[in-house]
């Protein structure tokens, strides 16, 4: 009795929630609008405490919001964002690293991946080094990687970080064993696609965050099936990268969008990252991931 107490405390300090029932009838929308001049696409939408709410996309620089009441309808065309999800669409289909993998803008991205660890705490010292250089820590969650470190996910919340969410599935199957990986990851069950993506959606929600409109596949494996309903049912634009630093260990410059592991399972990265930082090599003058046009 005394330990579920402890746990019940302990959960109530921590301030997470994983109560995703809260939020009803979570669906994903499709509804164009105009606000302030600014095209917006309203992308999924709920009811919460009787009240409805709704996830928008401003189509132009590609930054998320949640609003209460959702203006009038307003058909948009050849938006940045469909000129964005046709280009993607019209690209040849691949099993590895599908999406966007080199920014338009000649400028540095660095994207973090926080996978379901069994390993305690993450890596603090990359993301107080974001917080420092005023940067944005552009963070792909799992599901279960935010349920298995309720501690670390609050505290990154309170640590005054400024977030944009990556949303990079619920469970992040993978299994070690299986080399097809056709048959790996999400392609091991494509039909619980819906949930991965809207499971994840709902724990950020839930937790007073905003989900972006980008996406990461676990593993960066993929097909035509579930890039096809990933930007014309969710919405949402599939990253990549060009420099998976652990993995490629390519001289970080612009034009990149780096991924690294912030959950302690690739530390090699980090330290990479910081070697390069470090030696004057290379500026990295971080910018603002995703307020800017990719």
């Known amino acids: 009795m005394r330990i579920f107490l402890l746990f019940f405390i302990a959960l109530h300090l921590w301030g997470f929630d994983s109560d995703i029932g809260k939020l009803k009838d979570y669906k994903a929308i499709n509804i164009d609008f105009v606000q302030d001049k600014t095209p917006y696409i309203a992308i999924r939408s709920w009811k919460q405490n009787n009240q409805n709410y709704y996830l928008v ?34 690209e040849p289909s691949k099993l590895h690293n599908f999406g966007i993998t ?21 890596e603090k010292k990359l993301f107080l080094f974001l917080k420092r250089s005023n940067s944005v820590a552009n ?11 309720k501690r670390d996910f609050d505290e990154l919340l309170q640590s005054g970080l400024r977030i944009r969410w990556i949303n990079h599935s619920f469970s ?45 596949f676990p593993g960066l494996v993929s097909d035509k099936n579930l890039v096809d309903r990933l930007i014309m049912t969710y919405n949402l634009l599939p990253l990549g990268t060009n420099n998976w630093l652990n993995v490629n260990r390519k001289l970080i410059q612009k034009s990149q969008i780096i991924l ?20 004057g090599k290379h500026i990295l003058r971080l910018k603002i991931f995703l307020l800017d046009k990719i």
Request: overall charge positive; aromatic content about 10%.
């Open 172 to 216: 992040h199957y993978y299994d070690r064993k299986q080399k097809n990986w056709s048959k790996n990851f999400m392609l091991k069950n494509p039909d619980a696609f819906d949930s991965e993506i809207m499971k994840t959606e709902k724990l950020l929600i839930i937790n007073h965050q905003t989900p972006s409109v980008f996406f990461r």
């Open 260 to 279: 690294v592991h912030g959950n302690l399972n690739e530390h090699h990265g980090i330290v990479l990252f910081f070697d390069q930082n470090q030696s």
């Open 57 to 90: 996309l401003n189509e132009s620089l590609m930054i998320t919001k949640i609003i209460k009441v959702l203006p009038r309808p307003k058909q948009i065309k050849d938006t940045a964002f469909d000129k964005i999800k046709k280009s993607l669409l019209s």
């Open 102 to 122: 080199t920014p338009e803008n000649s400028k540095l991205y660095l994207t973090i991946d926080m996978c379901p660890s069994s390993k305690k705490g993450y």
């Open 139 to 149: 963070i792909s969650i799992s599901g279960k990687w935010m349920l298995g470190h």
